[in-house]
């Protein structure tokens, strides 16, 4: 049975590109790029060509603004706590929105016991927030706004570039989440002033455990992880060069007509998924929108009358990997967050959606076996509860 790969929000299988880079670079690079000597000067080498690679990717004044770490959740953690504490004697007030990934709910929901407040903006039910409220949030002692590119689960994308117009002569720092959005939209740091950014290489078919903050020059806060002075001391530990390398490679194939194409191609499979289960017949619903603003990789489906759990394991049974939402609660039966936050604790929805998510290796014929497993599915499910 071949296994189909319908979640690459969670995660994606690393390029043939990337991973003949990497491998070339633990059998020939594997010196300490902090060293002074001949096999460390050729891993540093390796290493600031990679930060100078990412740093253009989202136009950065300075390859220096890059901060490489271990993946999205450390950048995210890093931006919150120690923006937080660098900057209290300013204020302690932060915003964000009830549906940020929890790399940055729980490190605030950390700082509130410190006494930070914290102001989380609703959204509506396709899943965006009103810059209205986001406008009469904002206060003399904000000090950080953190609010992410596109959203992880139903695919709702932030209006980024009019929040950071506000903030430009504001004392507020301005971090996003673009863990999801990098290598689909176009990110620039400068037009739409971003002070912080997080991402991560596994997202886009690069290597896990490496991912990188961006930091304005000027934006100054101490380093979460210490020890030695990597990163010119703003991140210890020993430089993960073969991953840097795979990372900036992953990044080299995102060109801008790539990501364009993709987003082109994306939207079409969303469309697709949502006409073949409308022609079989199945009852559901799309949780957020199926416009070109949102980020086209994910479509979050209510299938009702179906718990996720039932609907989850009967695909996998099918080899077919969806998601209840997202991969890092997928463990658990703790209800989305998100969809919470869309629709209300005492919707059907929280409990009967499921997420699926297109990636570089996605086909049509990928979809079409998804459409006919759902509907063999939901027909069998519905003939037992009749003959019940």
């Given at each position: 049975?071949?296994?189909?790969?319908?979640?690459?929000?969670?995660?994606?299988?690393?390029?043939?590109?990337?991973?003949?880079?990497?491998?070339?670079?633990?059998?020939?690079?594997?010196?300490?790029?902090?060293?002074?000597?001949?096999?460390?000067?050729?891993?540093?080498?390796?290493?600031?060509?990679?930060?100078?690679?990412?740093?253009?990717?989202?136009?950065?004044?300075?390859?220096?603004?890059?901060?490489?770490?271990?993946?999205?959740?450390?950048?995210?953690?890093?931006?919150?706590?120690?923006?937080?504490?660098?900057?209290?004697?300013?204020?302690?007030?932060?915003?964000?929105?009830?549906?940020?990934?929890?790399?940055?709910?729980?490190?605030?929901?950390?700082?509130?016991?410190?006494?930070?407040?914290?102001?989380?903006?609703?959204?509506?039910?396709?899943?965006?927030?009103?810059?209205?409220?986001?406008?009469?949030?904002?206060?003399?002692?904000?000090?950080?706004?953190?609010?992410?590119?596109?959203?992880?689960?139903?695919?709702?994308?932030?209006?980024?570039?009019?929040?950071?117009?506000?903030?430009?002569?504001?004392?507020?720092?301005?971090?996003t989440d673009a863990v999801q959005a990098y290598g689909l939209l176009d990110i620039d740091v400068q037009r739409d002033h971003i002070d912080m950014l997080s991402t991560s290489a596994h997202k886009i078919n690069g290597p896990k455990m490496i991912g990188f903050l961006y930091r304005r020059e000027g934006v100054n806060f101490p380093s979460l992880v210490k020890g030695g002075d990597q990163e010119e001391k703003r991140r210890a530990g020993t430089e993960n060069v073969p991953a840097m390398a795979g990372f900036a490679t992953a990044?080299?194939?995102?060109?801008?007509?790539?990501?364009?194409?993709?987003?082109?191609?994306?939207?079409?499979?969303?469309?697709?998924?949502?006409?073949?289960?409308?022609?079989?017949?199945?009852?559901?619903?799309?949780?957020?929108?199926?416009?070109?603003?949102?980020?086209?990789?994910?479509?979050?489906?209510?299938?009702?009358?179906?718990?996720?759990?039932?609907?989850?394991?009967?695909?996998?049974?099918?080899?077919?990997?969806?998601?209840?939402?997202?991969?890092?609660?997928?463990?658990?039966?703790?209800?989305?967050?998100?969809?919470?936050?869309?629709?209300?604790?005492?919707?059907?929805?929280?409990?009967?959606?499921?997420?699926?998510?297109?990636?570089?290796?996605?086909?049509?014929?990928?979809?079409?076996?998804?459409?006919?497993?759902?509907?063999?599915?939901?027909?069998?499910?519905?003939?037992?509860?009749?003959?019940?």
């Amino acid at each position: 049975m071949k296994e189909i790969y319908l979640d690459n929000a969670a995660t994606t299988p690393m390029s043939p590109a990337v991973l003949a880079e990497m491998t070339d670079k633990m059998a020939n690079v594997f010196g300490n790029a902090s060293t002074l000597y001949g096999l460390g000067r050729e891993a540093h080498t390796v290493m600031e060509n990679s930060r100078q690679v990412i740093a253009d990717s989202i136009n950065a004044a300075s390859d220096d603004e890059i901060i490489f770490t271990s993946g999205g959740s450390e950048s995210d953690n890093t931006a919150i706590t120690q923006t937080a504490h660098a900057r209290q004697k300013l204020g302690k007030h932060i915003i964000t929105t009830a549906i940020e990934h929890k790399a940055i709910l729980e490190p605030l929901r950390a700082l509130e016991q410190e006494g930070f407040e914290v102001t989380y903006l609703p959204v509506d039910q396709q899943g965006h927030i009103s810059l209205d409220d986001f406008k009469a949030a904002l206060r003399d002692d904000t000090i950080l706004v953190s609010i992410m590119t596109g959203n992880n689960e139903v695919g709702s994308r932030m209006p980024i570039h009019e929040i950071g117009e506000i903030l430009k002569d504001h004392q507020a720092w301005f971090h996003t989440d673009a863990v999801q959005a990098y290598g689909l939209l176009d990110i620039d740091v400068q037009r739409d002033h971003i002070d912080m950014l997080s991402t991560s290489a596994h997202k886009i078919n690069g290597p896990k455990m490496i991912g990188f903050l961006y930091r304005r020059e000027g934006v100054n806060f101490p380093s979460l992880v210490k020890g030695g002075d990597q990163e010119e001391k703003r991140r210890a530990g020993t430089e993960n060069v073969p991953a840097m390398a795979g990372f900036a490679t992953a990044v080299q194939a995102l060109t801008p007509e790539v990501k364009a194409k993709r987003q082109a191609k994306y939207q079409g499979f969303k469309q697709h998924v949502v006409d073949g289960l409308t022609a079989n017949g199945v009852d559901f619903a799309v949780n957020g929108s199926l416009d070109g603003e949102n980020l086209n990789h994910v479509l979050n489906l209510w299938i009702k009358g179906i718990s996720t759990y039932v609907m989850q394991t009967n695909l996998d049974l099918a080899g077919i990997a969806v998601s209840g939402g997202s991969a890092c609660t997928a463990g658990s039966i703790e209800p989305s967050h998100v969809l919470t936050a869309m629709f209300g604790a005492d919707s059907p929805r929280i409990g009967e959606s499921l997420r699926l998510s297109f990636g570089t290796y996605t086909t049509e014929a990928d979809l079409d076996a998804f459409i006919q497993a759902v509907t063999k599915i939901v027909t069998r499910l519905k003939h037992t509860n009749e003959v019940k």
